[in-house]
């Protein structure tokens, strides 16, 4: 929990657009920052939780190959599925061999609303949701890389060119040294 925690609050704080903007101070940075690590603690407690709701053998079905399931099963018949063909008539999608974690987790939190009252009829669309979640999140850490990566390299083409610039004196010339074994890239210098 502390890991995906801290991970949330460093993805808060860098890979949105807005959260800048939400800020009036800089003091506000710590209640945003630790705030987003709380809800991300509480999100890492559930998917904990959902994927414990699981009999072990539905939890190894759904998670060993399929290729490798029957000697799986070999070594540990203990461990066959129990509830996994109920899941897979409800939900409408065939669970075994889906490795990852991705589909556990959705499976569990399925499973979990499955049992609100009132809620009973849409376990399809309480697992697609979580699959949808998971997406979600994954791209918005892909997003949260991409951002600091570029971040990263304008702070690097920034100090090179003030280096350059103090050295040589002229940047113009800065540009020649860099650009002259690389002629088509000056052409992308004003993207950047």
């Known amino acids: ?31 945003v920052g630790y705030g987003a690590m709380l809800v991300e603690g509480f999100v ?11 009999l ?25 599925a129990v ?20 589909v556990s987790l959705a499976v569990g939190m399925a499973h979990i609303f499955d049992k609100v009252p009132f809620m009973n009829d849409v376990m399809a669309y309480w697992y697609n949701f979580a699959i949808m979640f998971e997406a979600v999140f ?8 991409t951002r600091v990566g570029r971040f990263f390299c304008r702070k690097c083409w920034a100090m090179s060119f003030q280096l350059l610039k103090t050295k040589i004196g002229n940047p113009a ?11 088509g890239a000056i052409l992308f210098l004003p993207a950047m």
């Open 44 to 54: 890492a407690l559930m998917a904990l939780i959902a994927a414990c709701t699981l």
């Open 173 to 183: 010339f800065g540009y020649a040294v860099l650009f002259s074994p690389f002629p």
């Open 1 to 31: 929990m502390i890991a995906c925690g801290a991970i949330s609050g460093f993805h808060a704080i860098i890979a949105t657009g807005t959260t800048p903007k939400m800020l009036g101070t800089e003091k506000e940075i710590l209640f």
């Open 56 to 80: 072990p053998g539905d939890y190894f079905a759904i998670n060993t190959p399929v290729s490798d399931y029957a000697n799986f099963l070999a070594r540990h018949p203990e461990l066959k």
């Open 138 to 145: 994954i791209l918005t850490a892909i997003d949260a890389g």
């Open 83 to 102: 509830d996994l063909q109920h899941f897979s008539d409800r939900i409408g999608v065939d669970l075994h061999g889906r490795t990852g974690g991705a």
